[in-house]
Nanobody, 126 residues
Framework: VQLQASGGGLVQAGGSLRLSCAAS????????MGWFRQAPGKERDFVAA????????AYADSVKGRFTISRDNAKDTVYLQMNSLKPEDTAVYYC????????????????????WGQGTQVTVSS
């Protein structure tokens, strides 16, 4: 399984970016997907997650109301729309696939995800 994240870049505070994560497997639609981020010198933190069928989502408090996670199972792709970006959003963003098929709840725990993309850098200037 391969996850390819893209869409990162440099943006001014208040701007927007949309990250994409394309999965290489046909069973993508049966797994929840998550986005995590890691800033320099800090641990990897949960950002957002979406259930395998898109029926529920979860967000870190720091991004609620600004970020939106979505998925297109026909394209094996998950997205993270990031609006009203702040300098503290600067990090490498990783997408990840849940290890459990058809998990009934959305989890923010990194250990629940066993496939990770390579990361895409997001830099927000003040």
């Amino acid at each position: 399984v391969q996850l390819q994240a893209s869409g990162g870049g440099l943006v001014q505070a208040g701007g927007s970016l949309r990250l994409s994560c394309a999965a290489s497997r046909r069973t993508f639609s049966g797994y929840a997907m998550g986005w995590f981020r890691q800033a320099p010198g800090k641990e990897r933190d949960f950002v957002a997650a979406i259930k395998w069928n898109g029926g529920s989502t979860a967000y870190a408090d720091s991004v609620k109301g600004r970020f939106t996670i979505s998925r297109d199972n026909a394209k094996d792709t998950v997205y993270l729309q990031m609006n009203s970006l702040k300098p503290e959003d600067t990090a490498v963003y990783y997408c990840a696939a849940d290890s459990v098929l058809l998990r009934t709840v959305v989890t923010s725990t990194a250990h629940a995800y066993n496939y990770w993309g390579q990361g895409t850098q997001v830099t927000v200037s003040s």
